[in-house]
């Protein structure tokens, strides 16, 4: 399985290689994370629940949905690499802070419970 | 280095402990994807693309943009997780994609001599 | 009924009497309107499409989507004003492609014969 | 100037016309006006304050924004009169509420001097 650090390093090869380290500021980057993220939310707008889970199943849905996944990882990797963030580090982290949050035994079904509540995380 | 493998079996116990699995259809987890995605675009909303290079160096605002990013992370692979899909995998193959429409010689610093043309990518 | 002028000039007093204008590029601005958008996606992450349907008569979600509604606004409208757009007629003109490009016989209730077809607009 | 009671009944008819009103819970519209915004965000990525300043006078790109701010109104529009929600009104209420939060004289020029802080609003 590939691996966060050869997606990382060849991001940067591809940058480098076409003199684009120039536009990617944070700033920037996270703006085109966030289009992107737009793309795949588009891809699930009109459909059900139900339909969104089984998207994969339709080729050329599933393609296209693949396909945003991985332009959303694309800039979030070379986000987190310009800052100097270990993109994966920073989610185990953050999920040990919701584990303290969110005990197993208090929020077992809870926002079935709750739907209008704030969102539990993750 | 933490893997994403680690990290998406860590998820699947968090939300099998707290049955939070029903919540988790890929329409839902992209909604919340999406809404992590908007609180880190806040954090650079009113920086300059300079004072974003530098972000990391203040431990608040650097803090909350590493806290930011694992949430994006978090959902987002959450949601490859429940549609079977290969997040490094997908980001490598759209990569390819893209080396082949952005070629190196063409492309050298285009965005800085047609700079509002269609964003290049990545 | 206040109209968008009215709530435009309002903005504009609002940022000239804090001297914020010097913030308010359309890149920051464009920024701030995704970040709240972002707020505004989260409210319904957790809810099922009928659950959403019944959001507003929770007085305290159905609170919070109004405000973030008039976040979303506030920031669009401000965008709007700084690139000299009328955002509702830029509306209506989308609108009337959008008639065009959907014939109401060959459209009606399409999107339900073929769900992971391109969405359909508006 | 056309006004938002337009255009929302404007939107109403189109979408009666279509018998699309059973895509249009608040969830599916709430995806569709995010989606829509990842786009407009997108128009602006690469671009420099200073550009992003300067993007309406070039007829392509700034026809491009303006397109893309018609395609997030219309979803906010739509979405407002499922909710039974006023949005100007809504947007109106919230800066009140911003202007008590953000006094002038304590504001003024305020994120230049604390760029790091927590973003003013709006």
């Known amino acids: 399985m ?23 500021t944070p700033k920037n980057l996270v703006m085109a994370a966030a289009g992107e993220m737009g793309e795949l939310v588009a891809e699930f707008q009109w459909l059900t629940p139900e339909q969104s889970a089984a998207v994969m199943e339709d080729p050329e849905a599933g393609g296209r949905v693949r396909a945003e996944l991985g332009d959303v990882v694309i800039y979030l990797t070379r986000l987190a690499d310009v800052l100097g963030v270990d993109l994966v580090q920073a989610a185990l982290d953050k999920l040990e802070h919701s584990a303290k949050r969110y005990p197993v035994e208090s929020s077992r079904g809870s926002a079935a419970k709750a739907p209008h509540d704030q969102p539990p995380a993750p």
Chains 1, 2, 3, 4 share one sequence.
């Not at 691996?3 to 120039?22: I, K, N, P």
């Open 2 to 24: 590939a691996s966060v650090e050869e997606l990382t390093q060849r991001l940067r090869t591809f940058a480098d290689e076409r003199d684009w380290g120039q536009f990617h």
